[in-house]
C-alpha cells in the first residue's frame, strides 16, 4: 500500500504564479483534507471533501481551490501565489468510521518569493 | 465549533523520566480525539485515538493517553521517555465524527541525555 502520496515535495514559486499539489491515496478513503503547517500555529484546515463531489471550506481556505472528481485524488490549487503561501502542506485521508484515524502524506515545501 | 488548546510549546525532560502532555479540547458533542507525533522534516503519525469506550487508551511506542470529560482533556503519557521520543506532538479532535480534523498548536519534546 502507497498510502497518501503527494507531489511534488519540494517547489519554489513566483508571486503571482499558480499551480496545484497533487494528493492521491489508494486505501478507498471517502475523507481528505488538505492542510498547512506554519512555525507555532500547528496544523490548520484549508478544505476538505467527504467522498466524490463534494468539498467544503475549513479554517483558511482564502487563494486556494480543491475539487473531489474521484475518491483517490484531492488537488489543491493555488489560484495566484503569495508570499503568505509560503508553508509546508500537507493532504490528509480517513475512512467514513475515523477507525485508524487519518493517514498523512509526507508534505509538501512550498516557497513563494 | 470545537478547538484544542496545548498549553505547552515546549517540554524537555531526561531520558528515562515520565512524561505528560497536555491537551484540552472544546466540542459540543462526543469528541474524537487523536495525538499524533512528527519528527523533523517527516508527516504525522498517529499514536493513538479514542472514539468511545474505555477512557484510557493505549497507543504505538508505549504512550498511553487518558479521556476526561469532566475536564475536556485528553493528556498524552508514558512512564519512561527514550532520546527516540524527540519529536512534536499535536492533539487533534475530529468534528463530525471522523469528517475533519482540528489540531492544537503542537508540543515540542527535547529530551536530556
Known amino acids: 500500500n502507497a498510502g497518501v502520496t503527494q507531489t511534488p515535495k519540494f517547489q519554489v514559486l513566483k508571486t503571482g504564479q499558480s499551480m496545484t499539489l497533487q494528493c492521491a491515496q489508494d486505501?478507498?478513503?471517502?475523507?481528505m483534507s488538505w492542510y498547512r503547517q506554519d512555525p507555532g500555529m500547528g496544523l490548520r484546515l484549508i478544505h476538505y471533501?467527504?467522498?466524490?463531489?463534494?468539498?467544503d471550506q475549513g479554517e483558511v481556505p482564502n487563494g486556494y481551490n480543491v475539487s473531489r472528481s474521484t475518491t483517490e485524488d484531492f488537488p489543491l490549487r493555488l489560484l495566484s501565489a503569495a508570499p503568505s503561501q509560503t508553508s509546508v502542506y500537507f493532504c490528509?485521508?480517513?475512512?467514513?468510521?475515523?477507525?485508524?484515524?487519518?493517514?498523512f502524506g509526507s508534505g509538501t515545501r512550498l516557497t513563494v518569493v | 465549533a470545537q478547538s484544542v488548546t496545548q498549553p505547552d510549546i515546549h517540554i524537555t525532560v531526561s531520558e528515562g523520566a515520565s512524561l505528560e502532555l497536555r491537551c484540552n479540547y472544546s466540542?459540543?458533542?462526543?469528541?474524537?480525539l487523536f495525538w499524533y507525533v512528527q519528527s523533523p522534516g517527516q508527516g504525522l503519525q498517529l499514536l493513538l485515538k479514542?472514539?468511545?469506550?474505555?477512557?484510557l487508551v493505549q497507543g504505538i511506542k508505549g504512550f498511553e493517553a487518558e479521556f476526561k470529560r469532566s475536564q475536556s482533556s485528553f493528556n498524552l503519557r508514558k512512564p519512561s521517555v527514550h532520546w527516540s521520543d524527540a519529536a512534536e506532538y499535536f492533539c487533534?479532535?475530529?468534528?463530525?465524527?471522523?469528517?475533519?480534523?482540528?489540531f492544537g498548536q503542537g508540543t515540542r519534546l527535547t529530551i536530556n541525555p
Open positions: 479514542y472514539f468511545s469506550g474505555d477512557t
Open positions: 486505501m478507498n478513503h471517502e475523507y
Open positions: 466540542y459540543g458533542a462526543t469528541p474524537y
Open positions: 490528509a485521508s480517513s475512512s467514513t468510521t475515523g477507525g485508524n484515524g487519518y493517514t
Open positions: 471533501s467527504v467522498g466524490a463531489g463534494i468539498t
Open positions: 487533534a479532535v475530529g468534528a463530525q465524527g471522523a469528517q475533519k480534523l482540528v
